[in-house]
């Protein structure tokens, strides 16, 4: 079918984001095959994909090895109901190997099929933690604002996006949001990063201590906050907040749907900022988005707690799907295999951020921050507007539709431009990528320069 009348469809059918923007309207742009970092649409025209689908794809696009584990699976057991207690010896060697993986103390692992589903999951096996613990007052979680923990009404209400509270019938109950890591956002002038990493972490305190330390259950935090803009934090920051965790007995959840399997050039974010979580959740590249999975991971003191008390009632029926699970193994083994999450560390990572930090000289970046293979260009337009644009947001959306023309899938968190290519790119792709994103910020630049001073920059393109 043609280009135009599958984004014809899409536009009727509202496949991908039930929203009101550019895709409700127009469409979306059809894509038909992918390989390595690159992704073809209909009319065959590769893009770079920058983003890794969405902070999934870490093998890259075309491996046969995770097609071939999901034909041998579906063709030998193609579904298994947990909720029937039975299981399988795929979802058992899939649990075993998360195991060895994930930081000392870990000791369950249960499954889910999207990250907000895993968060979900999560919010409830704390709560009833602290319910078979004897205390079940210490009901709330508190979050960062700006924060992204999924679109369930629990995710979204856990999550500290104003925008998704206001849309839902009534945001749940017990959650508390305090500033974000984000330096180049909250640090005082002169405040020096790691003072503010630590000013922020005692924002999570003073919270604890005002909400006092008897109803507060846990605090969930990604190890980088992605959706928030890439906010790289402070190395005060998390060994902060775990140190006030413990202090008031308070569970740390690490919500790592985007910065476990290698993207930090570790296996888990928070190895990286050296703190050791109770409950980790994980999804996308967990099979590198070959399969919808997610997990939650917990502690022995939490799992033994669970163990102990009387049944409950959790799980979905695709929880731990045999497919999924044989093709997350088949992941685990390339990424092992091919010493991805290594190169990440030592290689490609360096290699990314030294070229990202090429283009802070760029009238338009702010700041580059990176770690890892996750990077972020923090526009402003100051030189051009004697600050930032009147309508925050709208040089990120124009600059996501430039990358789009320039053939490189780039997302825009309001004004920062996110990069998180799969950890299988190249050096030469490295320097493509960012030749592209200064082609985007070079004409993004002529476009502010050249317009009228009474016209608003952008138009309603999708945030
Ligand atoms: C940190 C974080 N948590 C949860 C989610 C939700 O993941 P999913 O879309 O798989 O439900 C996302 C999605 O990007 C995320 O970035």
């Not at 970092?37 to 983003?51: P, Q, S, T």
């Not at 999901?70 to 299981?87: D, H, I, N, S, W």
């Not at 308070?250 to 985007?258: N, T």
């Not at 600050?387 to 789009?404: I, P, Q």
Request: proline share 6%; glycine share 12%.
């Amino acid at each position: 079918m043609a280009s135009a009348a599958l984004q014809r469809l899409d536009a009727l059918h509202l496949h991908v984001v039930p929203g009101g923007n550019a895709s409700r309207r127009d469409g979306g742009r059809p894509i038909v095959s992918g390989d390595g970092v690159w992704i073809r649409d209909a009319e065959g025209r590769a893009l770079l994909d920058a983003l890794s689908g969405l902070w999934c794809v870490n093998v890259g696009y075309g491996r046969d090895e995770l097609v071939d584990a999901a034909v041998r699976q579906m063709r030998a057991l193609p579904c298994c109901e947990g909720a029937l207690e039975m299981t399988t010896p795929t979802a058992e060697r899939l649990a075993a190997h998360l195991l060895g993986l994930a930081p000392p103390g870990f000791a369950e692992v249960s499954f889910a099929a999207s990250s907000s589903e895993a968060n979900d999951a999560a919010i409830g096996i704390i709560r009833r933690y602290w319910a078979l613990r004897g205390q079940p007052q210490k009901q709330i979680v508190i979050a960062r604002r700006g924060a992204y923990h999924g679109s369930t009404i629990a995710g979204a209400s856990m999550g500290g996006i104003a925008a998704m509270h206001d849309q839902l019938p009534t945001p749940l109950h017990g959650f508390h949001h305090v500033m974000p890591p984000y330096t180049f956002a909250f640090a005082e002038p002169g405040e020096d990063a790691a003072a503010f990493g630590l000013r922020a972490a005692r924002e999570i305190e003073a919270a604890i201590l005002e909400i006092g330390p008897e109803r507060v259950a846990a605090v969930v935090g990604e190890p980088v906050m992605g959706a928030g803009g890439v906010c790289v934090p402070p190395a005060t920051y998390w060994p902060e907040v775990e140190r006030i965790c413990r202090h008031f007995d308070v569970l740390l959840h690490a919500d790592e749907a985007i910065t476990a399997f290698g993207r930090l050039g570790h296996w888990f974010g928070c190895d990286a900022f050296g703190f050791v979580p109770d409950v980790i959740t994980v999804g996308k590249a967990l099979t590198s988005g070959y399969q919808p999975m997610a997990a939650i991971l917990l502690n022995q003191r939490i799992a033994e707690t669970l163990q102990d008390g009387a049944a409950f009632f959790d799980g979905y029926a695709d929880a731990a799907h045999p497919v999924a699970c044989a093709v997350a193994r088949a992941n685990l083994d390339i990424l092992e295999r091919e010493g991805l999450v290594e190169r990440v560390r030592d290689d490609i990572g360096p290699y990314f951020a030294s070229a990202l930090a090429g283009l802070a000289d760029h009238p338009l970046v702010g700041e580059v921050r990176c770690l890892g293979l996750m990077g972020a260009l923090e526009l402003v337009a100051d030189q051009i507007d004697g600050g930032r644009l009147e309508d925050a947001g709208a040089l990120g959306a124009r600059c996501r539709e430039l990358g789009l023309a320039e053939q490189i899938v780039l997302r825009a968190d309001g004004d920062t431009m996110v990069v998180a290519p799969p950890l299988v790119i190249g050096r030469a792709e490295v320097d493509e990528l960012v030749v592209r994103c200064r082609r985007v910020l070079d004409e993004a630049l002529g476009e502010l320069q050249a317009r009228p001073a009474s016209l608003p920059f952008g138009g309603d393109s999708a945030r």
